[in-house]
């Protein structure tokens, strides 16, 4: 199944490359899931619509496991690569339980921030399990990235500031140990979101030399 993989930021494409290749579609179609609940909530202003987008996403998943996937290619996609690897599709459809948080207009207390990153951040609990690896450090570092891509992006000052106040705990505790060979990608990726919130302002090659070599210390 072909997927639009330009979709992925500079790091994911580049932890991508450090997959195994029988892991490497699996991998993409679960990112480009994120990316595509991530897109649900950036288009339009109506929190009805919004909600009625990650809805559809949410049954569309979870209908993977008793029906063939319908015409769209990363349902299709996610179907045929994740399935066969024990990664069902009711358990893809909780990865909208954090963007579900996103849609409280109110800002979001630490609270809320945690439960944000406790839902997107599965995520990476699921790629582990892709890449056939498991670590103590995958949970916490996947919800510090959630958390890191949420300060990277939201408008609120406050919420900006209090998102990066949780993650880079969150993320020195993922990523003090080495993690096994076979996640390397994921922890690739999450040394690419604490870079982002020690050096918000650094290069691009700075950013993916912090890449290249953790790529060499696990």
Known sequence: MSLRLERLDAVGRLALAYAPRQARAGLAALFMLDDTLAAALRLGRDPAVRQLRLTWWYEALGRLDTAPPPPEP?????????????????????????????????????AGLLAYAEGRGRVFTLAARVLGGAGAGVAPAGQGWALAELAGHVSRVEEARAAAALAAPLLAAGLREPWPRPLRPLAMIAAGAEQALRRPHAGALARLGVLLRRAWLE
């Open 74 to 110: 990363l349902l299709q996609a996610l179907a045929a690569e994740l399935l066969p690897r024990g990664v069902r599709g009711a358990e893809l459809a909780t990865l909208t339980d954090g963007w579900d948080v996103l849609l409280n207009p109110d800002p979001l207390s630490e």
